[in-house]
Each structure stands twice: as C-alpha cells, then as structure tokens.
C-alpha cells in the first residue's frame, strides 16, 4: 500500500537538458542516477532538476545572454521562464561539471579554467546549497551563457511517482573541449552514447529511463549530426505530441503523430517533442 496520497503530490517546475556533441555520430550525455534517489533512483537520465526560489532573480536575467527575455516568456507561457534556462546552466554545472558560461559578451569560460578545478569549491557550494547562482557570478564576473539553449520539449510526471515535475526540457551543443564529471552524490556515472545506442541498451535492460528520456532519444536518434537537431530545434517546426501504446505484454509503447497506431493510443502521460 502507498504511504502517501498520490493525488496530493505537488507538481514542481523543473528544467533539463539534453548536452549533446559531434563525434563520428552524434552523441548525448547521460547521467546515471543514485540508486538512492526518491524520484528515478538508478535510471539514466539527462542533467536537470528542480527550478529553485534562487533562479528567478532579475540580476541573473541581466546576466543571461542570447535570450530574448520576452520571448522566453512568450515561449514558455511563463512570467518566469527565464528561471527555466538559469535551472538548466546551474544544475549542468552541478551535476555534470559542464560550465555553460562566457566570460565576456562573446567569449566562452576557458576550458582549461574549468579542467583546472578553478571553479571546484563552487560546485561543491551550489551543489551544498552554500551559494547561489548569483553568489557564484558576483565572484567571478561571468556571464550565463543562454543562447546554447534551444527549448524543445515539455513532460509532466503522471500521478504516481512520490514526486512529479513539470519540466522543459532543452538541447544544447557542448561547450568545446570541457570534461564532463559526476557530482557522485545526485548522479553516480554518467556517459556520452550515441541516441540509437543508449535506445538499443534500455531495449536490452541494459540502462533504465523515463518515458521522457526515452522519447527524446528517439527523436533525436533521427539526426545525423547536432547541427541538424540544433537546426530543427531553433526553427520549432517539428512539434508533436507523445502518446502512449500498450504491447500485447502491457509494456509502453512511445507513439508520435504519424505512428501506426497513434490515434488509438493514450494519452496517460503529457508530452510534447519540437525536434
């Protein structure tokens, strides 16, 4: 028997992103989640989380490049959407140590500042809750770097799950020559795979994920190269909503617009894809 009331689990705003990079294919970065975790314990997983009280700050929104702030809100249909893409640098940082940053209006953070461990002490205090977003950049003087950052995607955890989020989700290309590295406590190992590949291995049992994870993926898998994605993503032509097939075995079954099968299928978890 549950131990908790799922209909009265609080819906929270949350902001993810899929980090992805060219190699001979195209290639996403994974996170592997603490087996410990309340929510998604030991599945695989994109970098994100909650959206806290500290990113809606209108002195991060001034620091926030390449985003048309109105827009965002248009976008996002949100007084605070800005919030969304803060969230998703932040928990990059803190979860897989990828600093999505510039250090002036058009120079990306050095990469070998971050690989030095420059920043270090600060991951471990935002990740602690010992300093803030804003804390971080009056120390440093950096600036967030927005315009990476194509929205792309929107999930909402069905009734069920001890907690449930609201989140937007994001695709971005990598910031050159940074290392990414587990924070060892949220995430436990992380990897960059291959979309078909990382599908292939959920197939097999091999990595566990979400429906969310597992559709964007699959999305994702149908582009050659990150340019292609990232082309697709900023022209928001692509939009579409998931819906969900039993198999004959009652094993989900993601289902896009123009799948076989699509109009019959459920609509038991929201979502919607613009890649």
Avoid: K
């Avoid at 500042?113 to 420059?118: C, D, H, K, P, Q």
């Avoid at 949220?186 to 597992?214: D, F, K």
């Avoid at 559709?215 to 990150?226: D, K, V």
């Amino acid at each position: 028997m549950s131990e908790y009331d799922q209909a009265a689990i609080q819906v929270r705003p949350a902001a993810t992103v899929m980090l992805v990079r060219q190699r001979a294919e195209v290639e996403v970065l994974m996170l592997r989640r603490n087996a410990r975790s309340v929510f998604v314990g030991d599945m695989w997983v994109f970098p994100g989380g909650a959206v806290d009280e500290a990113d809606r700050d209108d002195t991060l929104y001034e620091r926030l490049r390449g985003v048309d702030l109105d827009a965002a809100r248009g976008r996002l249909e949100l007084d605070d959407a800005p919030a969304y893409w803060i969230a998703t640098i932040r928990e990059t940082f803190e979860e897989a140590g990828v600093l999505v940053a510039l250090e002036d209006d058009n120079t990306a953070v050095d990469s070998t500042r971050v690989a030095s461990g420059e920043f270090t002490s600060w991951r471990d205090d935002l990740n602690s809750g010992q300093a803030t977003m804003r804390s971080f950049l009056d120390d440093t003087g950096l600036l967030l770097d927005g315009s990476r950052l194509a929205y792309v995607a929107r999930f909402i955890t069905p009734v069920g799950p001890p907690r449930r989020y609201d989140a937007r989700f994001f695709l971005a290309h990598a910031p050159e020559d940074q290392m990414a590295s587990v924070d060892n406590d949220e995430a436990v190992g992380h990897e960059w795979v291959p979309p078909a590949v990382a599908i292939a291995r959920e197939q097999s049992g091999e990595m566990e994920m979400m429906t969310p994870t597992l559709a964007c993926l699959r999305r994702l898998a149908a582009y050659e190269t990150a340019h292609d994605a990232l082309d697709a993503a900023w022209s928001g032509t692509a939009e579409t909503r998931l819906r969900i097939n039993l198999d004959e075995r009652g094993i989900r079954r993601i289902a896009f617009r123009g799948d076989e099968g699509y109009e019959a299928a459920s609509d038991s978890e929201f979502g919607w894809i613009g890649i």
